[in-house]
């Protein structure tokens, strides 16, 4: 994982532990978010906006979802 990674994670535990267990639903889509985010990176074999010769196709963005969990729905 890279160093901007590495700051994301960071500030979502700085955040937790700002804020309390109350606010883990923001934590939890937070982290979502970077999972689908490595995941379309591994998937395109390339950062987003990177070009390389080894990227296996794009990205056309994001939409909103909703996850309905124990903890409430993010």
Same mark, same amino acid.
């Given at each position: 994982?890279?160093?901007?990674?590495?700051?994301?994670?960071?500030?979502? &535990?700085?955040?937790? /532990? *700002?804020?309390?267990?109350?606010?883990? +639903?923001?934590?939890?889509? %937070?982290?979502?978010? &970077?999972?689908?985010? /490595? *995941?379309?990176?591994?998937?395109?074999? +390339?950062?987003?906006?990177? %070009?390389?010769?080894?990227?296996?196709?794009?990205?056309?963005?994001?939409?909103?979802?909703?996850?309905?969990?124990?903890?409430?729905?993010?």
């Amino acid at each position: 994982m890279d160093a901007k990674k590495d700051t994301i994670i960071e500030a979502l &535990l700085e955040h937790l /532990i *700002e804020n309390g267990a109350g606010d883990i +639903a923001t934590v939890f889509a %937070r982290t979502f978010e &970077l999972a689908m985010q /490595i *995941e379309r990176e591994r998937f395109l074999h +390339a950062s987003h906006y990177e %070009r390389n010769p080894d990227r296996q196709g794009y990205a056309n963005g994001y939409k909103p979802k909703r996850i309905d969990t124990p903890v409430g729905s993010i």
